[in-house]
Nanobody, 123 residues
């Protein structure tokens, strides 16, 4: 079972990036999924979560209106579209699969993690 995150990179303030998280080894169509991030010297923090059907999403306040989480269960993939990026969005972004079908902001609710992809926003 593996989650492979991709799409990170270097972008200027105000730019956009789209992250993808592809699952292999099993289907995650019945699981809630999420993105977290961790900046240097800081704890891993919640970014966005989506329920198994995609009907419910939650975001941390700092990314509301700028980031969009979505999923394609047929492709076993979760996405994070990031617009209007700011230097404070710089971090390693991790995708995670939940223990159940619903949304959660807590890292303890997730039992499968991807390897992370670096996002750097220059000022």
């Amino acid at each position: 079972v593996q989650l492979q995150a991709s799409g990170g990179g270097l972008v200027q303030t105000g730019g956009s990036l789209g992250l993808s998280c592809a699952a292999s080894g099993r289907t995650f169509g019945n699981n809630g999924m999420a993105w977290f991030r961790q900046a240097p010297g800081k704890q891993r923090e919640f970014v966005a979560t989506i329920s198994w059907s995609g009907a419910t999403t939650y975001y941390t306040d700092s990314v509301k209106g700028r980031f969009t989480i979505s999923r394609d269960n047929a492709k076993n993939t979760v996405y994070l579209q990031m617009n209007s990026l700011k230097p404070e969005d710089t971090a390693v972004y991790y995708c995670a699969a939940g223990r159940d079908s619903w949304v959660s902001r807590d890292t303890s609710s997730y039992n499968c993690w991807g390897q992370g992809t670096q996002v750097t926003v220059s000022s």
